[in-house]
């Protein structure tokens, strides 16, 4: 069954410490994978995608994830904190032929320190 | 400009009650997608449109109709609320249905 975990449901890091938020997933196909973060009441906005190519894909806000195929994961990283990066953030992963259908993580919660 | 919009933003209603959520996108884009987040903020695809036909239609009640007037709206109507609908509903849009989605604000449904 398709799957996608991301085992921490809640990291607090201290501002201007590093950070990497897990995802590891299970799909019989070849996946394609983005990270997306939600501010609380808010809807959520792409961070990074990874379709082909260059498995350390950059993204907005210093954000970068490392597809690693064979660990199925794609874990989320950056080196400094900021507060306002305080969120919920969401591995989420999609095949081709499956309509477009994403399945998400169950989210992490990340709190930040002054 | 708002890429993908939802209205209302906020709706509560009585349970048995039936009504619509509207999203509208001005990217171009022709697939269109509703998921539901629970309280749990579990993400779940409902429904994609890819213009203006259905191509995912998962385990949802069929209470639960989506409408696709064009290629840049994708309508939500639900009847008869129950109290297990109370969640918020996403929209998103793509190029293609294996393209990047970008979602709007969501639409924050209480049933009481």
């Known amino acids: 069954a398709q799957s996608v975990t991301q085992p921490d449901i809640h990291i607090t890091v201290s501002e201007g410490a590093s950070l990497e938020l897990r995802c590891n997933y299970s799909?019989?196909?070849?996946?394609?994978l983005f990270w997306y973060v939600q501010s609380p009441g808010q809807g959520l906005q792409l961070l990074l995608k990874?379709?082909?190519?260059?498995?350390l894909v950059q993204g907005i806000k210093g954000f970068e994830a490392e597809f690693k195929r064979s660990q199925s994961s794609f874990n989320l990283r950056k080196p400094s904190v900021h507060w306002s990066d305080a969120a919920e953030y969401f591995c989420?992963?999609?095949?081709?032929?499956?309509?477009?259908?994403?399945?998400f993580g169950q989210g992490t919660e990340l709190s930040v320190k002054p | 400009d708002t890429a993908v919009s939802q209205t209302p933003k906020y709706l509560v209603t009585q349970m048995g009650n039936d009504k619509s959520i509207k999203c509208e996108q001005n990217?171009?884009?022709?697939?269109m997608y509703w998921y539901k987040q629970d309280s749990k903020k579990f993400l779940k695809i409902m429904f994609s449109?890819?213009?203006?036909?259905?191509?995912i239609n998962e385990t949802v009640p069929n209470r639960f109709s989506p409408k696709s007037p064009d290629k840049a709206h994708l309508n939500l109507h639900i009847n008869s609320l129950e109290l297990g609908d109370s969640a918020v509903y996403f929209c998103?849009?793509?190029?293609?249905?294996?393209?990047?989605?970008?979602f709007g604000p969501g639409t924050r449904l209480l049933v009481l």
């Open positions: 998103a849009s793509s190029a293609g249905p294996e393209e990047t989605q970008y």
């Open positions: 799909y019989g196909a070849t996946p394609y």
């Open positions: 990874y379709f082909s190519g260059d498995t």
């Open positions: 989420a992963v999609g095949a081709y032929n499956q309509g477009g259908k994403l399945i």
């Open positions: 990217l171009g884009h022709d697939t």
């Open positions: 449109y890819n213009n203006k036909e259905l191509i």
